[in-house]
């Protein structure tokens, strides 16, 4: 008993340091990245539960993380490849289009599920004071689990289709980031919007849509015309992220530099920007959601 | 080092009317206000705001324990999450040194699909706890909720009791400096209550800092030396608990006469809707005042929308010092459970007579329970109406004389010479 009640006198010591001051906020304010380490185990915990349940009272639990892109790569082969005999720039099909969809399921989970996690989590945010931006954050995050899982049936193609790994492959962490921070970026700016208007919930299915047709998901990107074409393709980041993907896995021409800096400024452009809606409408979460 | 916990100056929270119920508003609405905005140029209607809290200033030492009382809507809630940072002041400025941490509502974060286990790490994590803090207490939180056999169940299949024994018994092993408790003993049978009031009661007089919300007046007044009386959002008085408690329960801001239930306050998933209580004179009219040589009713309606088996509708009565006077039930009587323990789904009053000559003069405070014994609490408010009683006729009014005691029947004396 003594022991335990010396302990956390001493405790109480170092923590008395902390001191909280309460008052109304006004401007743009940034993330306090201080405060967001010391809730890294709450993010932790967060993205740990969101992958436990994410499949919890399935059938297949976490096959499903494969299954998904898994199926949309053989419905591609057949419609595009097969049907509408779309060019895959001389790879395999099924190599083609799944490199192409591991980096867009990424995106496309991290987007639609950041962009409703305030909303699921409004019993959180109503009752418990914690950097709200920890809940998007570990949204995308428990992406990569299943990123990770969808990559082992990757490395099984590339054996089975005799895809031989270029050293473009050490690139693959770098596209792996970039989609994240795209996807915690929109996530940022749905999940804020949709703590005031629920639209966001109807809009965001056609907006994952589209911006997978705006993407060379399907298609490769040798199809879109040079010129000014193209740099405005680089403008959607995610054409960056899929095209680098795509190169990491199955080598050839290497994309082009300046339209990849061109998504890497996009991207960036998107977190900021998230980041600082996010913190200012931030203050009003538990009152509006 | 500081001796001051939390200092509050002029502490203010406004919202916007219509923006709490429905919570949000569509794009098209933004978009068609802001459109008229632009027409009739940009005017800040003030009327559409409300304050919630307002001008709240005072300090806390560090040790102390507060309690917060007041009505539903007097900004109890409000004051407690600003102070757990949920959510900003309009107007302001609080100081709080040291950790806090807040118990607003006990298994935020518990999910459904989790084991126990898993859940006690997750929800100790939100609470603001270290996860070697967790493991430490773990195996003291799954005792106190008496959950061990079931720590690796998922948590959707708990009893109702058992889900929130597991969500108190984590917030409860919580050891922050300042701890933030807003009517977490309103939940659970009257064992697990005796047992959460305990275990406040060991955190109170561990010299921690507690700010502690209740409509419980006997929590209160066992667990705080000082309260706060909050009415409209402002504080009304300071004082020494048993003071403060006696000044709400007689202000006319407590509920007297008659009392409805506004809204659905049992939630969904529970068939029980307690309608309304009153007090009822001998001709059937609703009163505030009764005299004691007179008998009275306390009347209390509510809906089933739902069969229930094994119901029990109850009456807690208290004087206005929170001290208990009786407990009853309408199914005490054997004859009357074979009748009403089961009860269809529909409107139905549970009556109680109070014979005459009875009670003593004074201010009681009715409380209502209904159950199935051991089984599930469907509802509780311990502080539901008041009442005042005369004690004008009475037996020994004769003299002009406080009688001491909440009852004061009219008892059978004998008097006969002593038999040698």
Known sequence: MYKVAQTSAIENKNKSELKTIIKPSHGWSWVDLRELWRYRELIYFLVWRDVKVRYKQTLLGAAWAILKPFLSMVIFTVIFAGLAQLKTDGAPPPVFYYAGLLPWVLFQDGVTKAGNSLVTGSNLITKVYFPRIAIPLAAVAAGIVDF?????????MMVYYGVAPTPAIWTIPLFLLLALITALGVGLWLSALNVSYRDVGYVTPFLVQAWLYASPVVYSTSLIPEGWARIVYGLNPMAGVVQGFRWAILGGVMPSVGLFACSVGVTLLLLLSGILYFRRTERTFADVV | MNDIAIQVEGLGKQYRIGAMPTGYRTLR???VSS?????????RREHEMIWALRDVSFDLHRGQVLGIIGRNGAGKSTLLKLLSRVTEPTEGYAEI????????EVGTGFHPELTGRENIYLNGAILGMKRVEIEAKFDEIVDFAEVRRFIDTPVKRYSSGMYLRLAFAVAAHLEPEILVVDEVLAVGDAEF???????????????????????NMSAILRLTE??????????????PTHK??????????SRSG???WEGDVTGQENPFKPIALRVVDLQGRVVDRVASKEGFSLEFEYELNDAINGLRVGLYLYTSQGEPVLTSFDTDEPGRYELFAERGKGRYVSRCRIPADFLNGGTFIVGVNASSFQIRSFFTEEHALTFNVDSTGAPGTQWAEIRRGPVRPALDWEVGEAVR
């Not at chain 2, 403060?244 to 801001?253: H, P, Q």
């Open chain 2, 258 to 260: 008659e009392y409805f």
């Open chain 2, 35 to 43: 459109l008229k905005r632009l027409g009739s140029g940009y005017i």
């Open chain 1, 148 to 156: 990770a899982l969808a990559f082992l049936i990757m490395i099984g």
């Open chain 2, 97 to 104: 040194n040291g950790r806090v941490g807040s118990l607003l």
């Open chain 2, 244 to 253: 403060a408690v006696d000044y709400y329960m007689t202000s006319e801001m």
């Open chain 2, 29 to 31: 609405d933004a978009l």
């Open chain 2, 193 to 215: 209550q005796r047992k959460c009031l305990g275990k406040m009661s060991d955190v109170a007089h561990e010299g921690r800092t507690v700010l502690f919300v209740s409509h």
């Open chain 2, 226 to 239: 000082e309260t706060i009386v909050l009415e409209n959002g402002r504080i009304v008085l300071r004082a």
